[in-house]
């Protein structure tokens, strides 16, 4: 009797059980299929199925002019549309050699870093709302609608812009963008302490998430891992830096880096990195050259044949458009290096070993978005 | 909260090869290279057999460091396929650009390079998905966007969908 006993508590200790978290799941923000293998709640081995959302977001841009591509683009990080738009503008007048007025340079410079904060506020309030504290949600929408007003009234959308088209914007700011600009900034300074006072400093907060999913420096170049998700671990990777673009030459700024890695490290660098927007902002948003708010464009744009690399820092990573052109006005071959797709990957690495209930912390701390990796 | 928090230092002990020193070093890794110059990079064309090889030099070679592979790209050049790796040091920041190219169309192959850059797991399944190019040595090898049961290879400029991709 005693055997059967035993056997039967060996055949459940030894039983791995398959969970499939998603594809309609709250703290996947998407549809994102995650077959988790456990043993009891440790999480072994984590193995993402995509493609609910998979729109051939590259085959549509073969049959499409390059004006028309950076309307896809938005479609793709949804939460930060204003710099996929950038990464195109930039490939097709980098690839003509075209010079930008300086004022869509500052006017693109200040728009990427509003974009950058309404993302982060999300992610605020996203994170938050994980780990079950609801109250943050609410003061991440609060104030990123803020932001989305700032949005709407210079370029008629909220989420989707697509204000940047090659050569410059579509239309010229709006009279009061810097005055309401600042009043945001003043604002902002103000709630961004009621955002530590509320999370960052709350116990349960902090021990649910420090020393939790720790990535490595070695790790998050091995796995191609960047954006805020590879400085937490202390990997310098931001783009504005080693490679400025537009106006980020001209700005002092910080580069957040915190050596920890673990899920706490990168919710502290979405932190500092609102506040480091602010400052980029407040440096420009006075000294808008006047000026074109577009340079001359030919009616058609046709790339010269070659091959062609273009990188900007959006809200999440790098974002890469490699593009072959054959001289064509649509390009033969475009891909998009999307920052979630790449750093979904590392997601398996730092799970396994911890609980499910850690997994949707740390799934959170990446802060992916799924029409980003699905593309 | 502040201690945690430290300015961007450019690291100084490493120096960026130019490209003329680069293209020169990594032509006499492996025979058979060619290159070409690009805008912003140099490319490279690696026979197949040799990406492996290639792939362990340029990662380990203490002059060039190419840790971190940035962007992994299927194409089809018509009657090629192939696949264009992006590499980049991040500690010497120079770049390079892999090009590998077959002419098999029924059963494209290359060797996985997921055990030299981890990060090329994910990326390899995409293009095993999109352009039904296999990765041998590749620990996860299924079709990561589309059904199991998707006839084709959509990314490929021979596919025809009648139903889907509509033509304007």
């Avoid at chain 1, 021990?207 to 070695?218: A, D, H, S, Y």
């Avoid at chain 1, 407040?282 to 000026?291: F, K, R, S, T």
């Avoid at chain 1, 979630?340 to 590392?346: A, R, S």
């Avoid at chain 2, 390899?124 to 079709?143: A, Y």
Wanted: net charge negative; with cysteine.
């Amino acid at each position: 009797m005693e055997e059967i006993i035993n056997s039967r508590v060996q055949d459940i200790e030894v039983q791995d059980y398959h969970i499939n978290i998603g594809p309609q799941h709250p703290s996947t923000h998407g549809v994102l299929r995650l077959v988790v293998s456990l043993k009891g709640e440790i999480v072994e081995n984590l193995q993402p199925h995509c493609g609910y959302i998979h729109r051939g977001i590259e085959k549509m841009c073969e049959k499409d002019t390059y004006p028309q591509i950076i309307h896809l683009t938005d479609r793709m990080d949804y939460l930060s549309a204003h710099m996929n738009n950038h990464a195109v503008c930039l490939l097709v007048e980098n690839a003509l050699e075209v010079e930008v007025p300086e004022r869509v340079k500052y006017i693109r410079t200040i728009m990427d870093e509003l974009n950058r904060i309404a993302s982060h506020q999300l992610f605020f309030g996203t994170f938050a709302n994980d780990l079950g504290a609801t109250t943050c949600y609410m003061y991440g929408f609060r104030d990123r609608e803020k932001v989305l007003d700032i949005f709407e009234q210079s370029t008629g959308g909220r989420m989707l812009q697509s204000y940047y088209t090659p050569g410059g914007l579509m239309r010229d700011i709006h009279p009061e963008f810097q005055k309401n600009t600042k009043a945001f900034i003043k604002y902002f300074r103000k709630k961004i302490k009621e955002y530590d006072r509320i999370l960052t400093g709350n116990v349960i907060f902090q021990q649910r998430t420090k020393n939790v999913g720790i990535l490595t420096k070695e790790d998050a170049i091995d796995w191609g891992v960047t954006g805020p998700t590879a400085r937490a671990s202390g990997l310098s990777c931001d783009v504005r830096k080693h490679h400025p673009y537009s106006a980020y030459d001209k700005v002092t700024f910080n580069e957040v880096l915190i050596p920890e890695g673990d899920t706490f490290a990168r919710y502290m660098v979405r932190m500092h990195e609102m506040r480091e927007s602010m400052n980029i902002i407040e440096q420009l948003i006075d000294n808008i050259p006047a000026g074109d708010y577009s340079a001359k464009m030919k009616p058609i744009i046709k790339l010269p044949a070659g091959e062609y690399f273009e990188r900007v820092e959006t809200a999440r990573g790098v974002l890469g458009v490699y593009v072959i052109s054959d001289g064509n006005k649509n390009p033969y071959r475009m891909k998009f290096r999307s920052p979630g797709f790449c750093n979904l990957g590392v997601l398996n690495k730092i799970t396994s070993g911890f609980k499910i209930a850690d997994l949707i912390a740390i799934f959170g701390s990446l802060d992916l978005v799924i029409p980003d990796i699905d593309r | 909260m502040s201690d945690c928090f430290f300015l961007f230092r450019p690291e100084s002990k490493y120096y960026k090869m130019d490209r003329e020193k680069l293209k020169e070093k990594v032509l006499g890794l492996v025979p058979g290279l060619q290159s070409e110059e690009t805008r912003d990079f140099t490319a490279v064309t690696v026979a197949a057999d040799n990406l492996h090889a290639l792939a362990l030099q340029l990662k380990n070679d203490p002059d060039l460091l190419f840790d971190s592979l940035l962007c992994l790209s299927g194409v089809d050049w018509g009657k090629e396929l192939g696949v264009v790796y992006l590499f980049e040091s991040t500690k010497q920041k120079h770049m390079l650009e892999v090009k590998v190219k077959t002419t098999d169309r029924e059963k494209p192959c290359f060797d996985t390079l997921s055990d030299i850059w981890s990060g090329a797991i994910l990326h390899e399944m995409e293009v095993f998905d999109l352009f039904g190019i296999f990765f041998k040595g590749h620990p996860d090898m299924r079709r990561i966007f589309l059904a199991e049961d998707w006839v084709g290879y959509p990314l490929r400029k021979d596919y025809v969908d009648e139903v889907n991709i509509v033509e304007l």
